[in-house]
């Protein structure tokens, strides 16, 4: 075979394997396209999800104040809610690259960034007093409140007991509740005073707008996976039009898990904050137990 020949057939299958790569390439980005969200999967990311948030607000459930409401007292209140984000079509379709944890991913950051951080810091905003002491001033401090075990209660967040003298002699009257962003900390209150966590249902029009259902009727839990590679869902695209995403390839779905959890509290809720005094850490001026003021204080008989 003469050079030339040679040349011109591996130009031609040269050219040849392009369009083939080419024409491959787009029929494998149709079909990512348009394929079709895996019902497992979607499925798998909703229960899972509902239970990771189930889970988590059961832990606060021994905060709960066995009254119903305040009976018309002024209150405050601090609202815990769910969130949306986006994640790659990939990950909820079949035969494309598996994602790590992409059904419970996003359950796991609104535990993390908001049930365990607002929740507990709902206890900074109705604190009326707040001291640091000492570790080995900390069970005499709570002595000095005059805790009533039938009346009062500890809640306690990331503490830790290593060096407390006495511990054992509260230990038991302890509630342990996570939190994110407290360390150290306990609050001391009449257990009249803890709050009340209500979950409220989700406005229809709400409901209807980010084709939320019902996950959990409890927890007034709601989810959804929406397809934004459809056309027919081209107006929640609008939603993240500040985000730079170019949706004609970077294939999304939005994952929405929604409930609103009211965390409220008479507005004269007796809340004392005590910290633990941490060498490490600049924290503030150190009390002695002679700065520490009854819960409840006496009433002075009347003559």
């Known amino acids: 075979m003469k050079i030339k020949e040679i040349k011109k057939l591996k130009a ?18 149709d079909a990512r396209l348009n394929a079709d969200i895996d019902y497992d999967k979607e499925w798998d990311f909703l229960v899972n999800s509902k239970d990771a948030i189930v889970r988590a607000l059961a832990r606060f459930d021994n905060i709960q104040n066995s009254a119903e409401n305040f009976d018309g007292q002024p209150t405050i209140s ?9 994640f790659q079509k990939s990950a ?5 690259i598996p994602h790590l944890n ?4 996003l359950s796991q950051q609104i ?48 503490l830790n007991i290593y060096g407390i003298d006495d511990f054992n002699k509260i230990e038991d009257n302890i509630i342990k509740i996570p939190s994110t ?3 150290n900390v306990l609050f001391v209150l009449p257990k009249a005073d803890l709050p009340i966590l209500k979950h409220k249902d989700l406005d229809i029009d709400e409901q209807k707008e980010h084709q939320l259902g019902i996950l959990d009727e ?52 007796n809340v004392v904050q005590i910290n633990i005094e941490n060498s490490l850490k600049e ?6 137990l002679s700065d520490i003021e009854e819960l409840v204080p006496k009433r002075e008989d009347k003559n």
């Open 12 to 29: 031609k299958s040269s050219k040849f394997i392009d369009v083939l790569e080419t024409s491959i390439e787009k029929a494998i980005e």
């Open 78 to 86: 601090f609202g815990v809610n769910g969130t949306m984000n986006l």
């Open 92 to 96: 909820f379709t079949s035969g494309d």
């Open 102 to 105: 992409a059904d419970t991913i």
């Open 111 to 158: 535990v993390y960034q908001n049930i365990n951080y607002y929740i507990p810091n709902a206890f900074l905003s109705a604190r009326k007093k707040r001291y640091l002491l000492r570790k080995d001033d900390l069970v005499k401090g709570v002595e000095r409140l005059g805790f009533d075990v039938e009346r009062d209660v500890i809640v306690a967040m990331n």
């Open 181 to 183: 962003g407290l360390r």
């Open 218 to 269: 409890d927890r007034k839990i709601y989810g959804s996976l929406i397809d934004l590679t459809q056309e027919a869902n081209s107006k929640h695209r609008d939603k993240w039009k500040n985000s730079n995403i170019d949706f004609a390839t970077d294939l999304k779905v939005q994952l929405t898990i929604a409930f609103i959890t009211e965390v409220v509290w008479k507005d004269n809720a």
């Open 283 to 288: 924290q503030g001026i150190v009390n002695e």
